[in-house]
């Protein structure tokens, strides 16, 4: 719902702490190397929005801090296309 966030939620999901092993070392692997491949791009941020519920607006820019070959202009569509 509009409004809506769990910052205990986001935190985890940020920090590749969720306890979903897949989910937590895609982050993990993106916040140590800063590139991660599309199909697992897509599995974070469906993983947020769906399983978190987390508003895509808020995790688009921790995603866009970590990945090395950020550009605004494919970044975000590609994230509303999984939303």
């Not at 910052?7 to 800063?34: E, F, K, N």
């Not at 199909?39 to 090395?68: C, E, K, Q």
């Amino acid at each position: 719902q509009p409004g809506d966030w769990n910052q205990a939620y986001y935190d985890a999901w940020a920090a590749g702490r969720t306890g979903y092993p897949m989910v937590d070392a895609c982050m993990r692997s993106l916040i140590q190397h800063g590139w991660l491949n599309f199909r697992m791009r897509a599995m974070l941020v469906s993983f947020a929005t769906y399983n978190l519920w987390l508003d895509w607006r808020g995790i688009a820019p921790h995603l866009a801090r970590l990945f090395l070959d950020y550009e605004p202009g494919i970044h975000y569509p590609q994230i509303q296309v999984q939303i």
